[in-house]
């Protein structure tokens, strides 16, 4: 109980300095928060308060960039080992050779280049956590030394005869589905069964939308107090980017803010600075959607131009629709056609949800927060 109570509290206090989200690399000596406004991220944190009570292994599983390696991080820093050591090692970074002498030791001699005796990460981490990123990628034969560490708490050095203990915590951390990796055989499903005793999944950002708005100002504080230009968004780009889908989730946005911070000439943030993608080019700034639609081949119900690419059921795919719509566009300078989408997008999701805001703003994948600024900035009926 006082451990979920102070991670609680932390939380609260994060949430009044509107800075409630995951940032994921930082310096070393920089402490890490857990921020998120979202359900889901909610009950993040209410497992890892939970989850830091015991000793018991936790798999967290996620996409790259989602901030896996942050929750592991609040796990140990939260639990009863936090003034023990916490390391962390990326299994796919590291070459087969080398990971089992990172993980366990060696003595003098025991392969070349042994010039001397080293500690392995398991007796260095005795009695604190042990993250294992990107254990999906963990070669079988060290999957199952691991096993033993967590069946037994033995090793051995390499080269070593001695019989050694560790009482580490593991916190095991993939991208992969390692039910899918049991089922192909890459994955060792005793191994699985023993890592999997808690799990926390980190759902991708643009699962949590919510989160995207307070994670950007995170990063713009995060880069004023290191002494960098004070920025803020406009509420244009914050909800340009909220609409964004995040392939590279947080390490994206943050990456993404930071380019901002550099190429922002103003203390503004519009959507002209925000890169996105991963070629990182500017978007260009949306002008005010004229009141009447497009020309007449442009209606609500048919995009601009003939489909004659359309395939003999009648149907065009998205590249064949989006080729359509910038054909058109480019022989109509008039044509404001992000805005014009847009507003038919929206239009249709209401219609189709018999205006319901919140079904309508789950089939377009936004907030309802941004619904609402969309109906009434394009004079929607609701």
Not at 256 to 265: F, H, N
Not at 273 to 302: M, W, Y
Not at 329 to 343: G, H
Request: net charge neutral; proline share 5%.
């Amino acid at each position: 109980r006082p451990v979920v109570e102070e991670v609680l509290k932390a939380r609260d206090e994060m949430v009044s300095t509107h800075a409630k989200a995951a940032p994921v690399p930082l310096h070393e000596g920089e402490t890490e928060s857990i921020i998120g406004n979202s359900m889901a991220m909610q009950e993040v944190i209410k497992m890892i308060g939970r989850v830091s009570r015991s000793d018991a292994p936790v798999l967290i599983t996620g996409e790259s960039g989602s901030g896996k390696e942050v929750v592991a991080n609040a796990i140990h820093r939260f639990s009863r080992r936090s003034n023990a050591d916490y390391v962390a090692i990326n299994c796919a970074a590291i070459p087969e050779n080398l990971l089992e002498s990172e993980l366990f030791g060696h003595e003098k001699g025991s392969f070349t280049g042994a010039t001397g005796r080293r500690i392995g990460r398991f007796e260095q981490c005795n009695d604190g956590s042990l993250f294992l990123d990107e254990i999906g990628d963990m070669p079988l034969p060290v999957q199952s030394k691991i096993l033993r560490v967590l069946q037994s708490g033995e090793f051995a050095r390499l080269g070593g005869n001695d019989s050694l203990n560790s009482s580490a915590r593991i916190i095991a951390a993939t991208n992969k589905i390692l039910e899918k990796a049991v089922a192909e055989n890459s994955f060792r499903e005793d191994l699985y069964y023993r890592l999997n005793v808690v799990r926390i999944h980190i759902p991708p950002l643009r699962q949590r939308r919510d989160d995207i708005r307070p994670l950007a100002q995170h990063f713009l504080k995060r880069i004023a107090d290191k002494g960098g230009p004070t920025l803020r968004l406009s509420e244009e780009a914050a909800d340009m980017m909220e609409n964004y889908n995040w392939p590279g989730n947080v390490r994206e946005l943050e990456n993404t803010i930071y380019r901002s911070s550099v190429l922002a000439t103003t203390d503004v943030l519009l959507p002209s600075n925000i890169p996105l993608g991963n070629l990182g080019e500017t978007t260009t700034r949306v002008r005010p959607v004229p009141s009447k639609p497009p020309k007449e081949e442009t209606t609500a119900d048919t995009p601009p131009e003939s489909t004659s690419n359309a395939s003999s059921n009648g149907r065009i795919s998205v590249e064949q629709a989006v080729e359509t719509l910038l054909n058109a566009a480019e022989k109509d300078a008039s044509l404001e056609l992000l805005p014009w989408l847009e507003r038919e997008m929206t239009t249709h999701a209401m219609k189709r949800t018999g205006g319901n805001q919140l079904q309508a703003a789950k089939l377009l994948g936004i907030t309802r927060a941004t619904l609402r600024k969309r109906l009434e900035r394009f004079e929607i009926e609701v």
